[in-house]
DNA sequence: TAGATGTTTAGACAAATATCTAATTATATC
DNA sequence: GATATAATTAGATATTTGTCTAAACATCTA
């Protein structure tokens, strides 16, 4: 849940989840979209990867970065307990 | 979103929130429930009210927290932008 | 095998963060 | 008014974080 949090308080890494919704991409894609060098893009990938909220394919040179929602899930999990007449860890 | 997704990134702050579930608090019964000085307490509760996740409600000398839902959905809404069939922001 | 390309690692540094103690402010009560 | 209680503000400090450049590693192709 730590990293989770940790990997989503950052504007940069929210913007890169959001370009993988709508395909995975390389690496050197997603940096394009951003004016930071890629080691700072590679860095935040690798934060997103700890947390699990993407996972990492090395084809050849090249290393695809993938969408991955199932810790997303945990989060929502996380919010509903929060949500009236839920009793969830009540 | 920075505020909110910052708030969120420290146990403490969350154990604020979940203890907030239950029922309204003041700042010391709070701060009872942890092993943080109050100022370190206080200073948590700051973020959490610039995060719109609480409000404040002084009463003579006690300061009573209370969770405040409303931000939540936001965040909440942003998750299902990452649902599969969910078009949001597309 | 050499050079080009894609990516990550290493190391440095400024800025942000979480914590503390001491001091201050605000309110209640004697 | 003086003192006690609740809470916050101020200032200090160690740690974490985001960024950079330079270097290294990995793979492809001529």
Redesign the pocket.
């Known amino acids: 849940m730590n990293a989770l949090f940790?990997a989503l308080?950052?504007?940069?890494?929210r913007a890169i989840l959001e370009l993988l919704r709508q395909q995975p991409r390389?690496?050197?894609?997603?940096?394009e979209h951003f004016?930071?060098?890629?080691?700072?893009?590679?860095?935040?990938?690798?934060?997103l990867?700890q947390a699990e909220l993407v996972t990492?394919d090395?084809?050849?040179?090249?290393?695809?970065?993938t969408l991955n929602m199932t810790v997303m899930d945990e989060l929502l999990g996380w919010l509903l307990q929060f949500k009236p007449g839920n009793d969830t860890n009540a």
Chains 1, 2 share one sequence.
């Open positions: 940790k308080n950052d504007p940069t890494r390389t690496a050197g894609e997603i940096a004016q930071f060098s890629k080691p700072t893009i590679s860095h935040h990938l690798d934060l990867r990492s090395k084809q050849g040179q090249f290393v695809t970065y």
